[in-house]
């Protein structure tokens, strides 16, 4: 594992961001969701992979809130989803 993979990564779908970084004990990048109450994580085998699965989390989120007639959090900044 490189320095630069150790550092925290910030990646982002429909403005939701996550900060990814390394675990040496999982042996996985993990990834947690910021600005929003709600706790929301994922972890992946790379960066690219982390992409993905902080779409596939953010739809699964998303998708549950609406199924049940709530309202998700959305990140601090905004007040409603980017999309």
Known sequence: MSQETQETVTIEYKGYKAAVKWSDEDGM?????????????????????????LGDVIEFYLETWKKHGLKPCYPKHQDTPLF
């Open 29 to 53: 990048f993990v990834g947690k969701v910021v600005d929003i109450k709600d706790s929301v994580s994922f972890m992946s085998h790379s960066i690219p992979e982390a992409h993905k699965e």
